[in-house]
């Protein structure tokens, strides 16, 4: 059974960091394209960041370029998306999304940003 396990989320002042982490077990993770998403309260989910199974090319969203940085570690199954510069509009469940032949998800940790 697949299981994509968030964690490291949490409440933090604008300007402050976190790094979200993401475990995965149940799949050959270095097959897959790991991303982040995210979705605020009355909002569409949308893409955040994404990084190649190889650890190569990745992907950020234009609200997010030079602040966020995606990297994976395939021998711990894990992808981690470093948060710097947070701001109030980063506020929204953070999702990780593991997708090959098949898509899967995990369910989600809150990151809210407020002074």
């Known amino acids: 059974q697949v299981q994509l396990v968030e964690s490291g989320g949490g409440l933090v002042q604008p300007g402050g960091s976190l790094r979200l982490s993401c475990a995965a077990s149940?799949?050959?993770?270095?097959?897959?394209?790991m991303s982040w998403y995210r979705q605020a309260p009355g909002k569409e989910r949308e893409l955040v960041a994404a990084?190649?199974?190889?650890?190569?090319?990745?992907n950020y969203a234009d609200s997010v370029k030079g602040r966020f940085t995606v990297s994976r570690d395939n021998a711990k199954n894990t992808v981690y998306l470093q948060m710097n510069s947070l701001k109030v509009e980063d506020t929204a469940v953070y999702y990780c999304?593991?997708?090959?032949?098949?898509?899967?998800w995990g369910q989600g940790t809150q990151v809210t940003v407020s002074s």
């Open positions: 990084i190649t199974s190889a650890a190569g090319p990745r």
């Open positions: 999304n593991a997708q090959h032949r098949e898509d899967y």
């Open positions: 149940g799949l050959t993770f270095s097959d897959y394209v």
